[in-house]
């Protein structure tokens, strides 16, 4: 099949929480824009819950004020929350909305959670990105606000699980490595915006550096891939109902600043989990 598919040139991270992004995909959103492609920054949860000191309101306030800021240093167009946290669902109100958001925006490659993380947020995320990318041409699908079906080309991308574990401790190993080297000091700035969640997430989960967790995630991953110093996995969704087979737009895009982890792909080809980088 012809892997040379026109898709959009266009990239939108669709993730469950403000800082998501930064932690997970700001570098190659960077990466991308600079190749001069349009990206998009959606949070589904307003983060309302983030904080142990001030209430709902005051917290999704500063939140979404936080995440305008990051999606600006990142150059990416901002979009209202559509749910406050752990009120993320598989559900008809999230399906229809992304799925407007989805068809206003056609993604060629779309960025999301791991569909195996730690967090319900996180995974019911991963396939509420799904639905809306498969439904994008499906004229008699239900958008709210309504909106046309879209005739394009996609290809979704699932970023790695906190901690390179899915929920049983396995580790995860990512099918493809994006070198965000040249890009790291601008999501160290972008993660930084998100100012109220040093304190929470300290408290919370025990992060006890909130920039330091960021940066010793990118660093592993590079280490994984034996040749950037940092870097974000991916793992490419299957193509069907998306794109041609070999379609991967990220790898089109991103030239020498991505490495196809050739073991994943061996192992895939037989049937088998990768457990090695």
């Known amino acids: 099949m012809n892997s040379r598919v026109d898709f959009p040139r266009c990239a939108i991270g669709i993730v469950a929480h403000p800082d998501d992004i930064e932690f997970l995909m700001a570098g190659t959103l960077l990466l991308l824009r600079e190749a001069g492609w349009e990206t998009h920054y959606v949070t589904l949860a307003s983060g309302n819950c983030g904080s142990a000191r001030d209430n709902s309101t005051t917290t999704r306030r500063r939140r979404r004020s936080e995440a305008q800021e990051a999606a600006r240093i990142l150059g990416a167009r901002w979009h209202p929350s559509l749910t406050d946290d752990l009120e993320i669902f598989y559900q008809n109100s999230l399906i229809h909305g992304l799925s407007a958001v989805v068809r206003d925006v056609k993604p060629g490659i779309v960025l999301t959670h791991s569909p195996d993380d730690y967090m319900e947020d996180h995974a019911i995320t991963s396939r509420l990105a799904v639905t809306a990318g498969f439904t994008r041409g499906m004229r008699n699908a239900k958008t709210v606000p309504r909106r046309p079906a879209a005739d394009f080309d996609t290809m979704i991308y699932h970023a790695m699980p906190h901690g390179l574990r899915d929920p049983l401790r396995r580790r995860i190993v990512p099918g493809a490595y994006v070198n965000t080297t040249p890009v790291h000091a601008t999501k160290l700035a972008a993660l930084s915006a998100h100012r109220s969640q040093q304190e929470w997430l300290q408290r919370s989960q025990g992060m006890n550096s909130y920039l330091q967790t960021m940066e010793d995630?990118?660093?592993?991953?590079?280490?994984?891939?034996?040749?950037?110093?940092?870097?974000?996995?991916?793992?490419?969704?299957?193509?069907?109902?998306?794109?041609?087979?070999?379609?991967?737009?990220?790898?089109?895009?991103?030239?020498?600043?991505?490495?196809?982890?050739?073991?994943?792909?061996?192992?895939?080809?037989r049937g088998l989990s990768s457990a090695s980088p």
Request: contains cysteine; glycine residues 12%; aromatic residues 8%.
């Open 217 to 269: 995630l990118s660093l592993e991953v590079g280490r994984m891939s034996g040749r950037f110093k940092h870097a974000e996995g991916w793992r490419r969704h299957s193509h069907l109902g998306f794109s041609c087979e070999d379609g991967d737009p990220l790898r089109q895009a991103l030239g020498k600043n991505i490495l196809i982890n050739q073991n994943y792909e061996k192992n895939l080809a």
